[in-house]
């Protein structure tokens, strides 16, 4: 069965050669890999890179239209039964196509995770820095929204699943992996994980959106939070605890909007009342005595001062 390897690229000419070998070593079947590789108007020498291997790749050069266009645009070039999304400095270990396909056929499955791990590479030399084994516990929607992260190289999925989610969202520039993940499960994938090591992850690469602007991910944590909320408001009275998750999730966006938009975060504090009109916090300390005493919108506007002093 055929496996469509999706790599969105942009200004990763350092990196994107080792990429690719880590496709050359897996054990599945070469014959039965497809690999679209998107540049996506990059700046530097991919291009000229990627030209070493449009004898044997689909390489499709576009405008920058960020992460999200660049994988829905490999998306419709693809033809296999399974979809691999790989970043373009990321490794795919050996085993893990072929050991991924073999849990999702034997078990009817739509999304394939496993172990994975964190490196940098300093002169060409790979050193692992953390191991994150973790397997999904309970509401899979909730834990997806809230608490559970998998790059996509961890992750292989059906096509079938993937077609109904319906690709990336494009007003999404970061988490936008993790929304997708979530729209599978809200989609009612079924899920398998595999406990081993499936792909290494590399960090402090300059180019990497979230160590860029803190500003612009909390901004898209925002956004993703307010929409996750319009699927699932009509759920919070059979299901308050995925009502307690948004609300967390906006209350995380207010603390650091506090500190760096004060327009995002009188947004963010009327979007979390509009859930819930006398909302006070369930933890104890200041912000829940001064929430009850001043209302919430007051408390965080006083918490908000304290905030950026100590910034």
């Known amino acids: 069965m055929k496996v469509s390897i999706i790599i969105p690229a942009y200004n990763c000419a350092d990196y994107i050669n080792r990429t690719i070998d880590s496709i050359f070593a897996q054990t599945y079947p070469r014959t039965n890999l497809e690999v679209i590789i998107v540049n996506d108007g990059s700046t530097d020498e991919t291009a000229n890179i990627l030209s070493n291997y449009e004898h044997e790749f689909t390489i499709i050069h576009t405008k920058n239209k960020g992460v999200s266009a660049a994988r829905n645009e490999g998306l419709k070039y693809s ?17 893990k196509i072929e050991e991924q396909v073999n849990i999702l056929k034997e078990n009817n499955a739509d999304v394939a995770y496993g172990i994975w791990q964190k490196f940098v590479e300093t002169d060409g030399d790979i050193k692992i820095t953390q191991t994150i084994d973790r397997k999904i516990k309970g509401d899979i929607e909730i834990a997806l929204f809230s608490d559970y992260w998998y790059p996509p190289a961890s992750i292989l999925y059906s096509r079938r699943i993937v077609e109904k989610v319906g690709g990336f969202k494009l007003w999404l520039e970061m988490v936008e992996d993790a929304r997708f993940l979530l729209d599978a499960a809200i989609m009612g994938a079924k899920f398998f994980y595999v406990p081993k090591p499936t792909a290494l992850y590399r960090i402090g690469n300059e180019n990497s959106l979230s160590q860029i602007n803190e500003l612009k991910f909390v901004h898209c944590c925002f956004k993703n939070a307010v929409s ?12 308050p605890q995925k009502k307690d998750a948004v609300i967390n999730c906006l209350r995380y966006c207010i603390n650091r909007f506090s500190v760096l938009n004060e327009t995002y975060f009188n947004i963010a504090i009327s979007q979390l009342l509009e859930i819930e009109p006398n909302y006070i916090p369930t933890q104890k300390g200041l912000l829940q005595i001064s929430s009850k005493i001043l209302g919430y919108r007051n408390a965080e506007r006083i918490a908000s001062f304290k905030r950026r002093l100590l910034k």
């Open 79 to 95: 033809t296999g039964e399974f979809i691999q999304f790989l970043d373009s400095d990321d490794i795919l270990l050996p085993n």
């Open 228 to 239: 996750v909320c319009d699927l699932w408001k009509e759920q919070f009275v059979n299901h």
